[in-house]
């Protein structure tokens, strides 16, 4: 009984991984375009954003409705080109790996330069995770 108890408040109490993350990026290159779609009347909008980040060059696919926000946000890009992105929970492994990551536009933020510099972040390929095969097998040589 003492055991089940002991099991029962070890899975509530230990904290998993799973928090929200903030990345630092530096924006070097911006494409936007707005379509009508026939019939509807409504704006299909295509932005992505490449950015420099401390895991190497990103393409972010920015979706999301909020069109007033995805405005404000183009008209910050014209002055400032470091921003910080906060990427939901699952989906920092997403970020670190892949080299076109979707962003949601409400999680994209402006950073004022002159007070603070984005030194961690590099240009080139994202780091390189093995496959499972060669983690399981690191795993069985271990003594």
Not at 50 to 76: C, M, N, P
Not at 84 to 104: C, H, T
Not at 110 to 121: A, H, N, P
Request: with cysteine.
């Amino acid at each position: 009984m003492r055991s089940a108890i002991f099991l029962f408040l070890m899975i509530f109490c230990i904290p998993g991984q799973g928090f929200t993350k903030d990345y630092l990026v530096e924006l070097f290159e911006e494409h936007y375009k707005e379509t009508m779609i026939v019939g509807g009347g409504e704006m299909k909008t295509y932005h992505t954003w490449q950015v420099a980040t401390e895991y190497g060059d990103k393409l972010l696919v920015i979706v999301g409705e909020d069109h007033i926000y995805r405005d404000w946000l183009r008209q910050s890009a014209m002055n400032h080109k470091i921003f910080l992105i906060k990427i939901p929970d699952g989906g920092d492994d997403r970020f670190k790996y892949d080299m076109a990551v979707l962003v949601n536009v409400q999680q994209v933020h402006s950073v004022w330069e002159k007070k603070w510099k984005c030194k961690e972040c590099r240009h080139g390929a994202p780091p390189f995770r093995p496959p499972p095969e060669n983690i399981a097998l690191a795993v069985a040589q271990e003594p």
